[in-house]
């Protein structure tokens, strides 16, 4: 099992270009979720999907759009990226109260 | 919203000593505190987690006491090692009408043998 997979591992994008992240788990778990990881402030909250067909806003979901495509994927959009945006970005799902499994992360550099 | 605080954000400690780690959370809601290793350059993973139902949980050197009351938990290891120098994650989440993970900032943790 390859268990969640995240594309690309790195990425580096222009002030204003668009990008999607991939994620696809083979677990059959119902909730996923995107993180960003920033020095010092530790694993925020992008985006969540509780199941299939449903997304809920995170703690810092502004500047980022999320499809939850089918059971398995879940990709993260940036429509016009900010240097701000410049993060590490991580995916992961679990099934109900259970240990939540992460994506090998991506790092992403907007300059 | 939810909140999980975390704290000391670094901590240094001799091989062999114990090490504690602390969290508050803000949603009483909560029933599910999972506490996550992230070894530099790596993906976060689970090492010990407990539910609102269990006081205390313990797994070899590490454990994890929960004070519903008080909404706080904490991760404590004994006898230290150099390969648990890592940085360490408290989350909390509830698992009724949301399935939201809440992270706290995070512990980067040095053990110097």
């Known amino acids: 099992n390859a268990g969640v997979t995240q594309t690309p591992k790195f990425q580096v994008l222009k002030t204003g270009q668009s990008m999607t992240l991939q994620c696809a788990q083979d677990?059959?778990?119902?909730?996923m979720y995107w993180y960003r990881q920033d020095p010092g402030m530790g694993l925020r909250l992008i985006y969540y999907s509780a199941s299939e067909g449903t997304t809920d806003k995170g703690e810092v979901p502004n500047g980022y759009n999320v499809s939850r495509l089918n059971k398995r994927e879940f990709s993260l959009r940036l429509e016009s990226a900010a240097p701000s945006q410049t993060s590490v970005y991580f995916c992961?799902?679990?099934?109900?109260?259970?240990?939540?499994?992460f994506g090998q992360g991506t790092r992403l550099t907007v300059v | 919203g939810e909140n999980v605080e975390q704290h000391p954000s670094t901590l240094s400690v001799q091989e062999g000593d114990s090490a504690v780690i602390k969290c508050t959370y803000s949603?009483?809601?909560?029933?599910?505190f999972p506490w996550y290793k992230q070894e530099l350059g790596k993906r976060p993973q689970l090492i010990i987690d407990i539910r609102s139902n269990v006081g205390e949980k313990k797994d070899q050197r590490i454990a994890v006491t929960l004070n519903k009351t008080a909404k706080h938990f904490s991760l404590h290891i004994t006898e230290t090692q150099p390969e648990d120098s890592a940085v360490y994650f408290c989350?909390?989440?509830?698992?009724?009408?949301?399935?939201?993970?809440?992270f706290g900032t995070g512990t980067r943790l040095q053990v110097f043998p």
């Open positions: 677990m059959n778990h119902n909730s």
């Open positions: 992961a799902s679990r099934q109900g109260e259970t240990e939540a499994f």
């Open positions: 949603d009483s809601a909560s029933n599910y």
């Open positions: 989350a909390a989440s509830r698992s009724y009408n949301t399935d939201k993970l809440i």
